[in-house]
């Protein structure tokens, strides 16, 4: 126990907070792999999932609107498991109990409906959960380790600078692993100045022709005793194998080199920085806070002094409006973890862009005898922000959540003199700080909930759910890439005979090639007056084009790939690639090279290629369908061009004035085309739904 917590804690601190969790969980599942409280079948369902299941021999799903294709063959092949014998059965006959467990906030901490609250292990209990609350991965995984292995493995420890001193010597560099928005400069600072090197500390940026500077430096103070921080060290691409070389020479004079010196080094993750160094040094990530809260408190700890909440022209308008400036950085910053719902393109806001609009603030109070409201927001959102933004929607959000943050209600006052009751949120939680020293606004920040809710950002509470479905997804593929080859399935087959069997599962299923021959009395059908093909013919042949190159590819991959296995020809760097693929259920690079844009796992992506290709052969031989569905496209734009060049045609207008117009329909397929343009499903949206009743677009 006493290794596993060390070894845990020392490899922790040079992770990200993301892969402290993905290493806790595998360290944790390893050790009840190895006790056998885990099965190999168990194992490879929660990262592999079902794989490619015949769907003809499955029980009918009883609610496909609650559960996926995917989910349903999960929950099917754990059937076959003692422990889930009638598990379809039970969801089928008892969907109020199962759905009551679904709904829970953390289905972990709620019984599953008799008898599986006693049959299914707590291992069981989150391959349930992947498969009907697969949003709830991470939670459920993490409250699975803290049962079984209490906060050692649950909770990483808190690393700080004094810690990893110890393991330094004048031969050993600190490494400090940046991400975006962080500085370790202040820990630094802080360091040397408990160790009265303040005025020994050295500090070089590197870049274009720092580089002999740098070494100048490092080789000054192995004689002096002093400290010497080489900062991003990622800009110096061409300098990393004289680094590399630098801090070898270090191990290799440790006994002429003064023993007070240290090494720091400051680089954001790149491919090319030398392993040797992040093997023999002491790696340290530094990332900002997540949450207002940390972001809050770490703000005003590194940004704020207590005389300068009163020293202001105006101290009881500063001191709001300053909490008001960082609410909204975390705000934005924050923003950022759900990805597409909260910016289009994901922006580098960091602290230097606080900094400046505290200062602006700071100077506007004092020259201007009223609050200049107009210019603040300007400055603040079209300067220091929105000079980092370039989406005109992007923009727009950031000034509309500006504009929360700095308005005449946030120093408006009552009758008596006293502020009035205003929040930034509807929960009433997040207010401006009230008025007093920094000490008091610090733990009015600290009464924060430590785990933000979407109503801050201005989201439906759904948006948690896709926030922590990603989540859930990276930590399954990032465990599934770290598995070895070696891997089996409780059955005793080995690898080469999974791939095997899975060849010859997929040549089964893959299709046969389009061919122009298959074409109906509908189809390619030549304009006697023009002589060319209709439009949407053409978009069929560019279609038929590719689709054939992907089936081409799957043929030929797959039977090389079976050759390469049983010593016919040699296994190529694609062909490996490929074998580890099949293991791991993923979608193999060679494939994916010709393929359509997909997300999906291996076993679904063949089910999506078999009914692209069924779809374009019905096509090829009866002639334009009623309905498209858009996704089966590998060019859906193409279509779309399509669909206005047959309107431009027949009616003679220029194709560059024509637009779209679109009309939602009912659910209901219909049986017969449009006169003019094309009716069209399979569309998603995220973040919203389609009230078919009231027509129109609600949360």
Not at 558 to 576: H, P
Request: one cysteine or more.
């Amino acid at each position: 126990e006493y290794s596993t917590k060390t070894i845990f804690g020392n490899i922790c601190r040079g992770l990200f907070e993301k892969d402290k969790i993905v290493f806790s969980t595998l360290l944790a599942f390893s050790v009840l792999r190895h006790a056998g409280k885990i099965s190999p079948i168990e194992w490879n369902l929660l990262i592999r999932g079902a794989g490619v299941c015949d769907r003809t021999k499955q029980a009918q799903n009883p609610m496909p609107q609650r559960i996926s294709e995917r989910s349903w063959d999960l929950l099917c092949a754990l059937e076959e498991m003692k422990a889930f014998n009638g598990l379809c059965n039970s969801i089928k006959n008892e969907w109020k109990a199962w759905n009551t467990w679904m709904i829970h906030s953390n289905p972990n901490r709620k019984h599953l409906p008799a008898p599986f609250h006693v049959t299914v292990s707590a291992f069981g209990n989150i391959l349930l959960v992947k498969a009907l609350r697969d949003d709830k991965v991470v939670l459920v995984t993490n409250t699975f380790v803290h049962d079984m292995f209490g906060n050692t493995l649950a909770d990483p420890p808190a690393t700080s600078m004094d810690d990893v001193y110890t393991d330094l010597d004048n031969a050993t560099p600190c490494i400090f692993i940046l991400s975006k928005g962080s500085d370790p400069s202040g820990m630094l600072f802080k360091l040397a100045k408990t160790h009265n090197y303040s005025d020994r500390l050295h500090l070089v940026s590197l870049g274009q022709g720092q580089g002999p500077t740098a070494r100048a430096l490092v080789e000054k103070a192995c004689i002096s005793g002093d400290w010497v921080c080489l900062q991003n060290c990622m800009l110096a691409k061409s300098f990393m194998p004289d680094l590399e070389a630098l801090v070898f020479e270090l191990s290799e004079n440790r006994e002429k080199n003064h023993a007070d010196f240290r090494l720091f080094l400051t680089s954001s993750p790149a491919s090319y920085f030398p392993v040797s160094i992040l093997q023999n040094g002491v790696k340290m990530t530094n990332e900002a806070p997540k949450g207002i809260r940390a972001n809050m408190t770490r703000a005003y700890a590194n940004l704020v002094k207590a005389e300068d909440l009163e020293s202001n022209a105006k101290p009881e308008a500063y001191q709001r409006l300053l909490s008001g400036l960082c609410f909204f950085h975390a705000n934005i910053l924050e923003r950022r973890k759900f990805g597409p719902l909260g910016w289009n393109i994901r922006y580098a806001f960091d602290e230097s862009d606080l900094e400046t609009s505290m200062a602006i603030l700071r100077r506007f109070l004092n020259e201007q005898d009223q609050v200049p409201w107009d210019a603040l927001r300007f400055v603040t959102g079209h300067i220091c922000y929105g000079g980092r933004v370039t989406d005109d929607f992007d923009r727009r959000t950031l000034l509309c959540i500006l504009g929360i943050y700095f308005n005449t209600d946030v120093l408006a006052k009552d009758g008596t003199g006293d502020y009035k009751d205003y929040a930034f949120s509807e929960s009433g939680i997040y207010r401006p700080a009230s008025i007093g020293n920094l000490d008091s606004h610090l733990e009015y920040f600290k009464s924060l909930p430590v785990v933000d809710e979407p109503e801050i950002f201005g989201m439906h509470e759904n948006a948690d759910i896709t926030f922590n479905r990603a989540e859930s997804t990276a930590l399954s593929a990032t465990i599934l890439h770290l598995q070895p080859r070696e891997t089996s399935e409780g059955t005793g087959k080995s690898s080469y005979e999974l791939v095997t069997e899975l060849i010859t599962e997929i040549e089964s299923k893959t299709p046969d090639l389009l061919n122009d021959e298959e074409a109906g009395e509908f189809t390619f059908i030549v304009n006697e007056q023009s002589g060319l093909l209709t439009s949407l013919d053409t978009v069929l042949k560019q279609e038929m084009v590719k689709f054939n190159r992907l089936v081409n590819r799957i043929k030929t991959s797959l039977t090389d790939l079976r050759k390469a296995i049983n010593g016919i020809i040699v296994m190529s760097s694609d062909l490996d690639q490929m074998y580890t693929a099949f293991l791991i259920n993923e979608l193999p690079q060679i494939w994916n090279k010709v393929s359509f844009a997909s997300l999906k796992t291996l076993g679904s992506w063949v089910k999506d290629v078999v009914l692209r290709v069924d779809f374009m052969r019905t096509w090829l031989r009866d002639g334009l369908p009623s309905c498209f569905p858009l996704p089966v496209f590998f060019f859906p734009q193409g279509f779309m061009t399509g669909t206005l060049q047959t309107y431009a045609r027949k009616y003679q207008v220029a194709i560059d004035t024509l637009q779209f117009e679109f009309n939602a329909l009912s659910d209901q397929i219909p049986e017969h085309g449009p006169d003019d343009g094309v009716y069209i499903s399979g569309l998603f949206m995220e973040g919203a739904r389609w009230d078919f009743e009231k027509r129109q677009v609600c949360d």
